[in-house]
């Protein structure tokens, strides 16, 4: 009996020794995601602060994130350039490192801030089977970058109520508390993603930012997607970038901000600034609900058998093949609607223009990749 106990005992104590290995393993790829990504801006860059220096709350918290100002000779137009508003929309995050790791300027200034919600990079969503992270090989090695979150983290802002009043007054579902993209125009003492949102206002404010883009990605069987999402402001310019597109053989649709629709950027930049506002949407398949396994290279690739079905089907919103929706071209998408939208300012308004150079190509980028424009890793 007592030589059974003693082997049912060792048997716990390994069960136990394995348990707490995989508890330790499981954890520190965990923590990982609290490494920050490594960015090499371009000889072009004028100036790096942060989102603290237009909103002081926002100090060494997890909120606080990099904002990168090019700065022209000459006075001209202001545009702020968002990537990162959601981190699982890889896209609008790495268009804007691709500008900040090769552009300069000219005339007037451009901010850029990749990572909008720095705290969503710090973890990834429940239940989803997500990767961590993703590369991307450059003449100089591979980089890779963390894929985070819709939103913030949880452990940085608790707990979620019932039901969520943004600050703009809709009534919404209580994680949507931790959506960025729902909390404009923020709060200066509310929730950390009501502060951050309040902290982006502000910049725009201070800075008079002439044109304010936030890049997104979309499910394909979501309506909304390849879009240009406009304030009524900026529908001019809206409807100039698309015919510019149009003729580039690139299909955008035109999506009028429904001014029901509370504490959405398009929504509350436009109606609480003078900035006009805009927000872009590529098709993200690994983003969607009708995708098989979830893995870097859907990420990366996008190709999943799953969504060639539900074409064929007449399901989704836009083509689809075998070939896939990958990365580069949704970022080559948006490098050409900011371009576009860029052109039309200059158009539209002489003395608000933005000159850019080393703008890298959209149509390389789809051709030859985003690696080819990212700086090799140090």
Request: proline share 7%; charged share 20%; hydrophobic share 35%.
């Amino acid at each position: 009996m007592k030589k059974k106990i003693k082997k049912h005992h060792l048997i716990a104590l390994c069960l136990l020794c394995l348990t707490g290995a995989l508890c330790w393993l499981t954890g520190v790829q965990f923590l990982s995601m609290r490494k920050t990504d490594t960015f090499y801006p371009s000889p072009g860059l004028s100036a790096q602060t942060k989102l603290s220096d237009y909103f002081s709350q926002l100090a060494d918290s997890p909120g606080d994130t990099a904002v990168y100002c090019f700065k022209g000779e000459e006075e001209g137009g202001n545009l702020l350039i968002l990537g990162g508003t959601h981190p699982n929309e890889p896209a609008g995050f790495i268009t804007a490192v691709l500008l900040l790791e090769n552009i300069t300027v000219s005339r007037g200034k451009i901010f850029i801030i990749p990572q909008a919600n720095l705290s969503g990079f710090t973890h990834d969503d429940p239940f989803e089977g997500n990767p961590q992270k993703f590369s991307l090989e450059t003449p100089g090695g591979r980089r890779w970058f963390r894929f985070g979150s819709r939103l913030t983290n949880p452990t940085h802002q608790w707990p979620d109520p019932t039901l969520f009043t943004n600050a703009a007054g809709q009534a919404l579902s209580g994680t949507e508390v931790r959506n960025l993209n729902r909390s404009y125009p923020g709060k200066e003492k509310g929730h950390l993603t009501e502060q951050i949102a309040f902290g982006i206002m502000e910049l725009i404010k201070k800075e008079e930012i002439d044109l304010s883009l936030d890049l997104h990605e979309a499910a394909p069987e979501y309506p909304v997607v390849n879009a240009i999402v406009f304030h009524e402001n900026s529908a001019e310019l809206a409807a100039i970038a698309s015919m510019e597109l149009q003729m580039e053989d690139i299909d955008i649709r035109m999506e009028a901000s429904p001014p029901s629709l509370r504490g959405l950027s398009h929504r509350e930049w436009g109606d609480h600034t003078s900035s006009m506002a805009i927000l872009l949407e590529t098709a993200n398949v690994s983003h969607g609900r009708l995708k098989g396994k979830p893995s870097e290279a859907l990420i990366v690739e996008g190709k999943d058998p799953n969504y060639v079905k539900a074409s064929k089907l007449g399901m989704l919103f836009v083509p689809y093949s075998e070939d896939g929706i990958p990365l580069k071209e949704r970022v080559a998408r948006h490098l050409a609607a900011v371009n576009a939208l860029v052109s039309g300012l200059r158009e539209l308004n002489p003395d608000h223009a933005i000159h850019i150079g080393n703008f890298p190509p959209a149509q390389t980028v789809n051709k030859r990749g985003i690696g080819l424009y990212l700086h090799p890793p140090k």
